[in-house]
C-alpha cells in the first residue's frame, strides 16, 4: 500500500480527506503521523500558491508523494476576505467561533446576495522527480443569518447553501463531502493519483 502524506494537522479535515479517498489502494499520512513538525511560510498570493508551497516543502523534505490543500472561504462583501488568511484570520490561535461571529457582525446589515460567499478549495501534489500537479473545487453559498449545525468545522456554521436550505455545518458528513470545495478538488485528484499508484 502506498503512503502519501497529506501537509495539514488539522485532524477534521484529514477526516474528511480519508473518507473522500478511502476507496483508493492509499494509506495517508498527517504530518502528525508522520513525525513531521515542519514551519513552512505560506507566503502565496493565491490558494495555489500556498497549496504548492505546503506540498514541495513536505516532498523535499521526505522524498515521499506529497499532498497538501490550500482553502477558504471568500465573502464579496468583505473583498473576498478572510480569502488564503482563513486559517489565520484574526489570529492563528483565534478559535472560529469568534471568527464566525466577527464574520456575522460584519455582515449584520447586508441583505440577499449581497452576502454572497464561496468555498475555495486548491489541492496540490507533489511527485519525488519534482512534477507537481493542482484540482481545484469551489462551492458557491451566502452567509448565513446565524451560526447553525453542529457537523464540520471551520466556517461550515455560517455558510449557507441555498439550493439544500441549510449549511455546511447541518449536512451529514456523508452529504458534505459530495458537494463541498474539498471533495470536488479532491474527487478531480483521485484520477491523477490513480495514474501515478499505478
Known amino acids: ?71 477558504g472561504l471568500e465573502v464579496d462583501y468583505l473583498n473576498k476576505a478572510p480569502g488564503i488568511y482563513s486559517a489565520r484570520f484574526l489570529g492563528v490561535d483565534t478559535p472560529y467561533s469568534i471568527k464566525n461571529h466577527y464574520i456575522l457582525d460584519q455582515l449584520r446589515n447586508v441583505k440577499g446576495k449581497d452576502r454572497s460567499a464561496r468555498f475555495v478549495c486548491v489541492i496540490a501534489l507533489a511527485l519525488p522527480k519534482g512534477e507537481i500537479i493542482t484540482r481545484s473545487g469551489v462551492v458557491e453559498g451566502v452567509i448565513a443569518d446565524k451560526i447553525s449545525g453542529a457537523n464540520g468545522f471551520g466556517y461550515d456554521p455560517i455558510f449557507y447553501l441555498p439550493e439544500y436550505q441549510c449549511t455546511t455545518a447541518e449536512l451529514s ?26
Open 1 to 71: 500500500m502506498r503512503k502519501i502524506i497529506f501537509a495539514t494537522t488539522n485532524e477534521g479535515k484529514m477526516d474528511e480527506i480519508r473518507e473522500i479517498l478511502k476507496d483508493m489502494d492509499i494509506e495517508l499520512l498527517s504530518l502528525k503521523d508522520a513525525g513531521l513538525d515542519p514551519d513552512i511560510v505560506e507566503n502565496g498570493k493565491t490558494f495555489e500558491e500556498n497549496a504548492i508551497i505546503k506540498a514541495k516543502a513536505v516532498m523535499e523534505m521526505t522524498g515521499k508523494m506529497v499532498l497538501a490543500d490550500d482553502s
Open 173 to 198: 458528513p456523508e452529504h458534505k463531502n459530495k458537494i463541498s470545495h474539498r471533495g470536488i478538488a479532491l474527487s478531480a485528484m483521485k484520477e491523477v493519483l490513480k495514474k501515478h499508484i499505478s
